[in-house]
């Protein structure tokens, strides 16, 4: 399974950013597509994730409220939508695929995109 994360760059606090994962190769019939995101000196956490159906979703405690997590069935792209951005929002965004049920550990993941960097700044 191959990922390609796109969508990153600079936006203001407050402001909306939406970044696009897509997906190709084996992906199989049941898994999760997970979005995760490292900032500096800390660990990589879990962003949000959606299942192959659609129909099941995610979002970390942080960014509740704020961000949403939708894809596209034919063509295999998640998307992340970031509003309300906030500095601490800061961080390489990765998203992720495994086989299965949505898990929330790193560990868990199988294959990873190439990282897109979110920076929020005035």
């Known amino acids: 399974v191959q990922l390609q994360a796109s969508g990153g760059g600079l936006v203001q606090p407050g402001g909306s950013l939406k970044l696009s994962c897509a997906a190709s190769g084996r992906t199989g019939s049941m898994y999760t597509l997970g979005w995760f995101r490292q900032a500096p000196g800390k660990e990589r956490e879990f962003v949000a994730g959606?299942?192959?159906?659609?129909?099941?979703?995610e979002v970390s405690d942080s960014v509740k409220g704020r961000f949403t997590i939708s894809r596209d069935n034919v063509n295999i792209i998640v998307y992340l939508h970031m509003n309300s951005a906030k500095p601490e929002d800061t961080a390489v965004y990765y998203c992720?695929?495994?086989?299965?049920?949505?898990?929330?550990?790193?560990?868990?993941?199988?294959?990873w995109g190439q990282g897109t960097l979110v920076t929020v700044s005035s």
């Open positions: 992720a695929y495994r086989r299965g049920i949505m898990e929330f550990n790193t560990q868990d993941y199988d294959y």
């Open positions: 959606i299942d192959w159906s659609g129909k099941m979703s």
